[in-house]
């Protein structure tokens, strides 16, 4: 069966750095399409990115664009999300996702597999 496992999350300043991992096992991945969200206490899901594990294409978030980078290596079935300077507003559950099929770009709501997500949390 599918599963996707975050990893990368952890606590950071204000103005620093992190690049999360999505490790995805349990089937084939090379011609899905893969998105980030994050979820803060209180507020919606948001989503962040997305990219095509088979040609690298990528879509983002406006509120996100120029400051987070999302990437892909088919080889280790793994997607990643680079993340520079962070703020306290951007603290929140960040998971991992993917639709039922491949090929398919989902909507923000068309995501089937998700991960259990990864914490980040900035101090200000």
């Known amino acids: 069966q599918v599963q996707l496992v975050e990893s990368g999350g952890g606590l950071v300043q204000a103005g620093d750095s992190l690049r999360l991992s999505c490790l995805a096992s349990?089937?084939?991945?090379?011609?899905?399409?893969m998105g980030w969200f994050r979820q803060a206490p209180g507020k919606e899901r948001e989503f962040l990115a997305r990219?095509?594990?088979?040609?690298?294409?990528?879509h983002y978030e406006n509120s996100v664009k120029g400051r987070f980078t999302i990437s892909r290596d088919n080889a280790k079935n793994t997607v990643f999300l680079q993340m520079n300077s962070l703020q306290p507003a951007d603290a929140a559950v960040y998971s991992c996702?993917?639709?039922?099929?491949?090929?398919?770009?989902?909507?923000?709501?068309?995501?089937?597999?998700w991960g259990q997500g990864t914490q980040v949390t900035v101090s200000s």
């Open positions: 996702a993917a639709p039922r099929f491949p090929r398919v770009i989902p909507t923000t709501i068309g995501y089937y597999y």
């Open positions: 349990g089937g084939t991945f090379s011609n899905y399409y």
């Open positions: 990219i095509s594990m088979s040609t690298g294409s990528t």
